[in-house]
């Protein structure tokens, strides 16, 4: 569980969610349903669902299935910087959580991730450790890009691309600093995001795509790192 620090649960005096959790889905209505159960009912957590023009009901089964979620509807396809921007325009948590549709919280995964946040005030942000749905680990920290990223993007070989040359980082075992993480998953320090301004919607990625992510995790200021990377 989180220390009592900045991030802990919030008392009487202070209503501020201590999270808000920011999910842009397009098309994706039985994902994005799981993906929101596994963090709508954490204490302290205001769940935002932006939805991008999708078509196959994702909207409606939203409000049916979660009356608290503050549901956007956006007229056109914001595309994912866009799409999260808005969601946090609307947001009052002290930490954003960005979270894919396709992807979902495993029990204590955010008190975790707060308790690093917290505890690590040069962290910008904190992302976790992934797992495909047969359990296998699916790469989720990452170096800038290089030469031999660049040679692999444009000659594969198998073997190689999760490895290190290809710019991956290992499991952490303990919280580690890293250049940027996946986009699937990141908790993200409120003053962080102000001090930096939104995402940039000129990058066109992926919803998990760490290029947007490297908007938020290239951290000018001294006083913080680029980012962190831990286990559930």
Same mark, same amino acid.
């Given at each position: 569980?989180?220390?009592?620090?900045?991030?802990?649960?919030?008392?009487p005096?202070?209503?501020?969610p201590?999270?808000?959790a920011?999910?842009?889905?397009?098309?994706?209505?039985?994902?994005?349903?799981?993906?929101?159960?596994s963090?709508?009912?954490?204490?302290?957590?205001?769940?935002?669902?932006?939805?991008?023009?999708s078509?196959?009901?994702?909207?409606?089964?939203?409000?049916?299935?979660?009356?608290?979620?503050?549901?956007?509807?956006?007229?056109?396809?914001?595309?994912?910087a866009?799409?999260?921007?808005?969601?946090?325009?609307?947001?009052?948590?002290?930490?954003l *959580?960005t &979270?894919? #549709?396709?992807? !979902? $919280?495993?029990?204590?995964? +955010?008190?975790l991730?707060?308790e690093?946040?917290? =505890?690590?005030?040069?962290?910008?942000?904190?992302g976790?450790?992934?797992?495909?749905?047969?359990?296998?680990?699916?790469?989720?920290?990452?170096?800038?890009?290089g030469l031999?990223?660049?040679? *692999?993007? &444009?000659? #594969?070989?198998? !073997? $190689?691309?999760?490895?290190? +040359?290809?710019?991956?980082?290992?499991?952490?075992? =303990?919280?580690?600093?890293?250049?940027?993480?996946?986009?699937?998953?990141?908790?993200?320090?409120?003053a962080?995001?102000?001090d930096i301004?939104p995402?940039?919607e000129?990058?066109?990625?992926?919803?998990?795509?760490?290029?947007?992510?490297?908007?938020?995790?290239?951290?000018?200021?001294?006083?913080?790192?680029?980012?962190?990377?831990?286990?559930?």
């Open positions: 569980m989180p220390g009592q620090g900045s991030f802990g649960l919030p008392s005096l202070d209503a501020a201590r999270v808000s920011l999910i842009v889905s397009y098309n994706t209505r039985a994902l994005l349903l799981e993906s929101i159960a963090v709508v009912n954490q204490p302290g957590v205001e769940t935002i669902v932006l939805d991008n023009a078509h196959d009901g994702s909207p409606q089964a939203v409000a049916e299935r979660f009356p608290t979620v503050q549901l956007i509807r956006s007229a056109t396809n914001l595309g994912f866009g799409g999260v921007n808005k969601a946090a325009g609307c947001a009052t948590g002290r930490a *959580l &979270l894919n #549709p396709d992807a !979902r $919280l495993e029990p204590d995964a +955010l008190d991730l707060l690093v946040l917290d =505890r690590t005030p040069r962290a910008a942000l904190v976790p450790t992934l797992r495909y749905a047969d359990g296998s680990a699916q790469p989720a920290a990452f170096r800038f890009p031999a990223q660049i040679a *692999l993007d &444009l000659f #594969p070989i198998d !073997r $190689l691309m999760a490895s290190p +040359l290809n710019g991956r980082v290992p499991d952490a075992q =303990r919280p580690m600093k890293i250049d940027h993480p996946l986009g699937a998953c990141m908790l993200i320090d409120r962080a995001w102000q301004g995402l940039d000129g990058y066109s990625c992926s919803p998990s795509s760490g290029a947007a992510a490297c908007a938020i995790t290239s951290v000018f200021p001294a006083r913080r790192t680029t980012g962190l990377y831990t286990r559930w």
